[in-house]
């Protein structure tokens, strides 16, 4: 006999003290099922506030991690640990490398604040805690570079290099991609904001072809990206931001006003009414965003009820301790 695995989720969620969290990136039928969702950082504060002491959630593993980070006291299972391939980019030796790269060439280590975009290991953000920096998401970047460069120290931004490259250009700052092909030798005297040489691989599918495109079908169409497109892009468009806040910009929009949006299929295809495009001539999926299914969902709920919890998040003390750190500063600014 099959199993009707919504009906399941639903009496599970019910019988259970758990709360079941999804990012915009997930399947619809899995965020359908969800209490909670948002973007990264509405995602770690709704947790953080949450009372329930089970959460299952829905999304990379980074997001889960940060929950574990932020509430270590709460049992995080995640229906497929499935990496960003972003996040993957860096880990604590390249992170070190970094930091190396920055002292050979005459910024001493105390004079490098380190900022890590939440798209990163739980190990990676320990390293960035230790040297009393930040984490930030896409919503909030702007403020906590702001908030770095108070101390007067030299940024070094990791891992997503358009996003560091995207607000050093809002904020009228001189940037560098270490190692970046066809660019001069980054050299971190002569910039504010130092770029790991990260990127989404999903938000690269976005060309200024694409825009000009739209642009020229339909003259007075909007352009809204995510700021994890290539500078060229979010320097075309209209609008760049998170999520959530590409989500309040289209609906904000008048019915009848075209836009054509740079960000992860599901979230536009969700938001897909009839003047709503998609950016992209090819089909712009994050593959592990998309590893969850329903039937995972079940299952895991299911290993509550059994009494034999599967793929919990477990973080090692240490991590925790200066992880915390980094993301509890991000969260103290509002
Ligand atoms: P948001 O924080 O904007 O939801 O972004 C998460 C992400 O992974 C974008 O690729
Ligand atoms: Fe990571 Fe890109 Fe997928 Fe976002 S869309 S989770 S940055 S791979």
Redesign the pocket.
Known sequence: MSIDFKAEIERLKKALDVTVVA?Y?QRDEVFEMADITGDSLELARRCKADKNPWVVFC??G?MGQSVKVIAPEKRVLMPKIAC????RMIDGSYFDDSVNYMVERGIAKEDILPITYI?SDATVKAKVGEMGGYVCTSSNAFKIIEKGLETGKKILFVP?RCLGQNFAIQMGLKSCVIGAEGQEECDPKEADVICFNGF????QLFTVDDIAFYRNKYPDIKIAV?P?CDPKIVAAADFSGSTSQLIKYVADLDPEQKVAIG??YNLVNRMRQKNTYVLSSTK?E????NETTLEDLYNTLKSIEDGKPINEIEIDDHTVKYANLALERMLAIK
């Not at 989404?200 to 938000?203: D, E, N, Q």
């Not at 994050?286 to 965003?289: A, E, I």
Request: glycine share 4%; charged share 10%.
């Open positions: 990012h990136y999304g990379v980074f960003c391939a972003m996040a798209n997503d989404c691989s999903v938000h995510h994890e960000t992860e712009p994050c593959p592990t965003m």
